[in-house]
């Protein structure tokens, strides 16, 4: 009898450890950055993609098959390469793609081949516009880049910021926070039209003509307001944007979709201003929000203002984060998550699932420098301020959860596999 009770209990137990296991959401197949390497996660194993000496990376990219991954690798040098490997992290081949324009991503055509922006022509007395040349190569080695057109565009970005926040916001989602669009359509190339990230335009690659999407703007000026933020419906068709209009003391941004078709503008009324936009699976939306608390120089002493006032700032915000879902055919409309954060990076939903990158608020940084333990002055590459600003990866399931899980911390600039 004890040892049918024995036998009793180790069945039980087996049955609730397989019960556990089994209600753990399955992670999906993605890439990221992870102590400055990219690596790629897949079923519980992470595989480090072995690159040469560089100094980070930029536009991770899956095919639309999800066999290859391509990126951007900025060498010793400050020269940005294209690379490429495949599903499985074997050694990467470094493409002859020529110069690289900066801040564009690269994208895969439906045959397998990488899209990207090519370093243009600069102004002249014949062409008063900076015009970037769009170009095509084949993923595999020896493949040689072809000129497919081009387009104009503003240029003459700069600016930066002293808090790292908003370094590793601005490296999760673009510079500013608006990260520049390549996809190709059925109706043409979508793009951006200036390196702030507003202004959006589709080109046609076999006549040439570049029609703009919302305003047009003098190029040599840069835009006064238009689209960014832009996010290509799982089907093609359709594009969620961000129409910007610059105020002070901030932009304003409302949440629009454009039809790819006509280029029809239907504005979707959300309850706050959006910050970013993403799309769901079956055509709905989700758009993070970050919101002002509180200025965390506030709860300092004397001495620790001076001590911070070394880094050229004494505004240090600290944010509340939230994100939304909402349905754009009857404006329904639910907050999903909140926490106390200075911003979301990046999402990415699919039918069960939202994935998102949270920066963390700037505490840490903060402390670290008052108390001595921080001298910004000699962290000339900035790595000692960033790991005190942590940037941490979560899965929300879209099953009515209201608590995501962590998939781990420092995973910077991830992209879901395809499937």
């Not at 970037?132 to 970005?157: N, S």
């Not at 880094?311 to 240090?316: C, M």
């Not at 995501?404 to 420092?410: C, M």
Request: proline share 5%; aromatic share 8%; net charge negative.
């Amino acid at each position: 009898m004890a040892t049918f009770n024995k036998g009793i209990v180790f069945f039980l137990v087996i049955l609730l450890f397989s019960m556990t296991v089994e209600a753990q959401p399955a992670q999906p197949t993605f890439a990221a950055v992870h102590d400055g390497m990219v690596t790629i996660y897949s079923g519980g194993a992470a595989m480090v993609v072995q690159n040469p000496p560089n100094r980070g990376f930029n536009s991770l990219v899956w095919s639309r098959d999800g066999s290859r991954l391509a990126y951007l690798l900025n060498t010793v040098d400050f020269t940005s390469r294209l690379m490429v490997t495949d599903a499985s992290a074997s050694t990467p081949i470094m493409l002859d793609a020529g110069e690289i324009e900066a801040g564009f991503p690269v994208t895969f055509d439906a045959e397998g081949n990488i899209i990207y922006v090519g370093r243009g022509t600069p102004p002249s007395a014949e062409n008063t516009n900076y015009r970037a040349d769009v170009k095509q190569i084949a993923p595999q080695a020896g493949a040689q880049a072809q000129t497919l057109g081009g387009f104009a565009m503003g240029i003459g970005c700069g600016g930066g910021s002293p808090l790292p926040g908003d370094w590793l916001y601005w490296e999760e989602a673009g510079f500013g926070g608006s990260h520049l669009i390549l996809e190709m359509t059925d109706y043409g190339l979508l793009h951006n039209t200036s390196c702030t990230g507003v202004g959006l335009a589709l080109l046609d690659l076999q006549t040439g003509q570049d029609t703009p999407i919302g305003p047009e703007f003098d190029k040599q000026q840069g835009p006064s307001e238009g689209f960014g933020r832009a996010a290509l419906s799982p089907d093609g068709t359709q594009v969620a944007a961000l129409y910007t209009r610059y105020a002070e003391p901030s932009p304003i941004r409302t949440l629009a979709i454009i039809d790819l078709a006509t280029l029809n503008v239907t504005e979707v009324k959300t309850t706050v201003q959006p910050d970013q936009v993403v799309w769901g699976a079956d055509g709905s939306l989700f758009y993070s929000v970050t919101t002002f608390k509180v200025n965390l120089v506030d709860a300092l002493t004397a001495d620790e203002k001076q001590k911070l006032s070394e880094t050229n700032t004494l505004d240090i915000p600290g944010h509340e984060v939230s994100i939304y879902h909402i349905i754009p055919a009857d404006g329904q409309e639910q907050m999903l998550y909140q926490s106390s954060a200075y911003v979301i990076g990046r999402m990415k939903a699919d039918s069960t699932r939202l994935l998102f990158s949270q920066i963390a608020n700037q505490d840490a940084w903060i402390k670290a420098i008052a108390d001595g333990t921080l001298d910004v002055m000699q962290d000339d590459n900035g790595s000692q301020q960033r790991a005190l600003v942590p940037v941490t990866l979560y899965q929300l399931m879209l099953d009515g959860s209201t608590t995501p899980t962590s998939l781990g911390a420092s995973l910077t600039q991830f992209t879901v596999k395809p499937g």
